[in-house]
């Protein structure tokens, strides 16, 4: 009777942690009702559209016990325990599956991938550091791209927006000449590059030694100031 108390105490463990090899443990931790994810870790993050919440996230034992999942303010955040200063450089891989994103930020060496969303409004896109963003097949209403470091931000796919703001500060980079936008706002300063394609009109603003490469046939409102430059592709 000791024995099959014993067995069942440890059937919920065993639920939520899955030992997949060579020390890797597989995840799932209970998180609802976000519309924003803050990637602050290093790692590599996917996020595809469901109907319900589940986030599952794998890396060893110990560099999992580092890191927490927290939702506030519609918000969740993925970040390295305040408490612990010993996160070392090791692989960890997130997967979230969420009904609506409305924001997504990543700060340090992070990399996100956005699975194709339907029925996107306004979407924010940051990123912080040396980190990278890539969204597949964008479609939204309102688009805002800030880079600030030596990140990047890469639309992949045939995709489409109604308005855009795009600001790099820094070294950073914004890539999307898939997806065309009718409105584009593009700010540049420090040594960073955009690759947009405007629909109806292209407001570029560049301070230092950035450029701004367009294409499609948009009215161009330029200022440019230090040896950067707006031109069409």
């Known amino acids: 009777m000791m024995k099959k108390a014993i067995i069942f105490l440890f059937l919920p463990l065993l ?8 020390g890797t443990v597989k995840e799932t931790r209970n998180v609802n009702g ?3 994810v803050n990637f602050g870790i290093s790692g590599n993050l996917y996020i595809r559209q469901g109907s ?3 986030l599952e996230i794998e890396g060893s034992r110990s560099v999992l016990d580092e890191i927490e999942t927290e939702v506030s303010g519609g918000r969740l955040m993925i970040r390295r325990d305040s408490w612990h200063f010993s996160l070392r450089d090791e692989q ?26 339907s029925g996107l409004d306004d979407l924010e896109l ?12 964008l479609k939204a209403d309102d688009l805002s791209c800030v880079i ?12 489409s927006a109604d308005r855009g703001e795009i600001s790099i500060s820094g070294s950073g980079s914004y ?6 936008i009718d409105r584009i706002s593009a700010r540049l300063s420090g040594s960073g590059t955009c690759y947009c394609k405007a629909g109806s009109s292209l407001e570029a603003a560049v301070s230092g030694s950035g ?4 294409s499609g046939n948009p009215s161009v409102d330029a200022r440019v100031s230090g040896s950067g430059s707006v031109r069409k592709r």
């Open 175 to 180: 890539r999307g000449e898939e997806v065309q």
């Open 34 to 36: 976000f519309t924003n």
């Open 211 to 214: 450029s701004i490469y367009y």
């Open 15 to 22: 639920a939520s942690n899955i030992l997949t090899g060579q």
């Open 92 to 117: 960890v891989t997130v997967n979230i599956t969420m009904p609506e994103l409305e924001g997504l930020s990543v700060s340090g060496s992070g990399k996100a991938e956005v699975y194709e969303f």
């Open 52 to 54: 319900e919440y589940r």
């Open 148 to 159: 600030s470091g030596s990140g990047d931000i890469l639309l992949k796919g045939e995709g």
């Open 126 to 137: 940051n990123v912080s550091g040396s980190g990278k963003i890539l969204v597949n097949r």
